[in-house]
């Protein structure tokens, strides 16, 4: 996440593009389409089955939710943290 904060600089779209395909990736989802329908893909190169079959990937809706909250949270934090 703070990748995600860091490496966009001052543009919070891009940090809001760049932390809503981690939200796929740990879900094991690399290649989906925006809300436009454009197709987006994580930035990494295809992952080997060894590496996909040992991460522990996000598979339950409980999961995503917490995950959710602490990334709001943080975006909270951040946003926050700018305005001072
Ligand atoms: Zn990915």
Known sequence: MWYSAQ???EDE??????WNSLRYHVQ???EWKDKKGVTRRCKHATLSE???EWTDWIQSESELRELDKVVSN???CYLAAKLH
Do not use: P, Q
């Open 7 to 9: 490496s966009c600089g």
């Open 13 to 18: 779209e891009e940090l809001l593009r760049t």
């Open 28 to 30: 094991n989802i690399h």
């Open 50 to 52: 060894e590496h996909v």
């Open 74 to 76: 943080f975006f909270k």
